[in-house]
């Protein structure tokens, strides 16, 4: 399936230098559109037309959009070829991944992925390989932060699921997956209906590499109803630091819920 978006005609890329700080993809990714309209520089090893599937296939845009990543955070790229004067690289062919790139341009942020719409792009070395003049002093230690969901798919209130659908939910941190039997819960919005049946067979599979929770339903889901996946008290991660809401849910019985409704 393609995607497409009109943007309007490309921008001219600027002369000499651009002025525009280095903002890491960690950071880009972990606070969504706190740079959106800004200008900044980002390094991330190229990925291609997202052929290991870092990103969801149907935030892709255009056929045109890359992708770049650096250790789990990736975005999409927009508005250049992956090119420049005496190089370039097949978003189509896994060889050419690999490489880092620095890209200059604006992020935007559209329901929880960013793109960054380049202005200019060319080769670098990775983050860890680029000399200083003057080694920067080490950072504080950072304070441990709780865990959040920070990605669902199907996406949280997006349009219908399918009745046979399967519901994968990632965090910010590697969990513990003992803490989720019993604390993830399954149910139909609004009155008991005829034939509603509780969700008796549902099966957690976690994977770790991908910090990502499937919840698979064990039954089919039925059509036109509101359904919600909501995650209770009880879960942590692996320094047993409690799951947080991703933002103002106010109850004391329920940390996180998405919400979908079951199509025809």
Same mark, same amino acid.
Do not use: C
């Given at each position: 399936?393609?995607?497409?978006?009109?943007? #309007?005609?490309?921008?001219?890329? %600027?002369?000499?230098?651009?002025?525009? !700080?280095?903002?890491?993809?960690?950071k880009l990714v972990s606070n969504p559109g706190k740079r959106d309209g800004q200008m900044i520089? /980002?390094?991330?090893?190229?990925?291609?037309?997202?052929?290991?599937?870092?990103?969801?296939?149907?935030? =892709?845009?255009?056929?045109?959009?890359?992708?770049?990543?650096?250790?789990?955070? +990736?975005?999409?790229?927009?508005?250049?070829?992956?090119?420049? +004067?005496?190089?370039? $690289?097949?978003?189509? $062919?896994?060889?050419?991944?690999?490489?880092?790139?620095?890209?200059?341009? *604006?992020?935007?942020?559209?329901? #929880?992925?960013?793109?960054?719409?380049?202005?200019?792009?060319?080769?670098?070395? @990775?983050?860890?390989?680029?000399?200083?003049? *003057?080694?920067?002093?080490? @950072?504080?230690?950072?304070?441990?932060? %709780?865990?959040?969901?920070?990605?669902?798919? @199907?996406?949280?209130?997006?349009?219908?699921?399918?009745?046979?659908?399967?519901?994968? /939910?990632?965090?910010?941190?590697?969990?513990?997956?003992?803490?989720?039997? #019993?604390?993830? $819960?399954?149910?139909?919005?609004? %009155?008991?209906?005829?034939?509603?049946?509780?969700?008796?067979?549902? *099966?957690?599979?976690?994977?770790?590499?991908?910090?990502?929770?499937? /919840?698979? %339903?064990?039954?089919?889901?039925?059509?036109?109803?509101?359904?919600?996946?909501?995650?209770? !008290?009880?879960?942590?991660?692996?320094?047993?630091?409690?799951?947080? !809401?991703?933002?103002?849910? =106010?109850?004391?019985?329920?940390?996180?819920?998405?919400?979908?409704?079951?199509?025809?």
């Open positions: 399936m393609q995607f497409w978006n009109f943007t #309007g005609p490309p921008e001219k890329e %600027p002369t000499g230098e651009i002025k525009a !700080p280095e903002v890491s993809l960690e520089r /980002v390094v991330g090893k190229f990925r291609g037309r997202n052929l290991y599937g870092d990103l969801p296939i149907r935030t =892709q845009r255009t056929t045109a959009d890359w992708v770049i990543k650096d250790d789990l955070y +990736a975005i999409w790229v927009t508005g250049k070829k992956p090119k420049g +004067a005496g190089w370039e $690289l097949d978003s189509g $062919l896994k060889r050419d991944t690999g490489k880092w790139v620095e890209v200059i341009g *604006k992020p935007e942020t559209v329901r #929880g992925v960013t793109y960054v719409k380049a202005v200019r792009i060319q080769l670098t070395t @990775p983050p860890s390989a680029r000399a200083d003049v *003057k080694p920067p002093p080490p @950072p504080p230690e950072k304070p441990r932060k %709780p865990p959040v969901v920070v990605f669902a798919l @199907p996406l949280d209130g997006d349009g219908e699921v399918a009745p046979d659908s399967r519901f994968v /939910v990632q965090f910010s941190k590697d969990m513990d997956e003992n803490t989720f039997n #019993g604390h993830v $819960l399954l149910r139909y919005t609004g %009155p008991v209906l005829p034939g509603d049946r509780a969700f008796d067979g549902l *099966k957690l599979t976690y994977d770790r590499g991908r910090r990502a929770l499937t /919840v698979d %339903p064990g039954d089919v889901l039925r059509p036109r109803r509101q359904i919600e996946l909501i995650l209770l !008290p009880g879960i942590s991660d692996i320094d047993g630091m409690t799951l947080i !809401p991703r933002g103002t849910l =106010q109850k004391a019985d329920i940390v996180d819920v998405l919400r979908y409704r079951v199509g025809s």
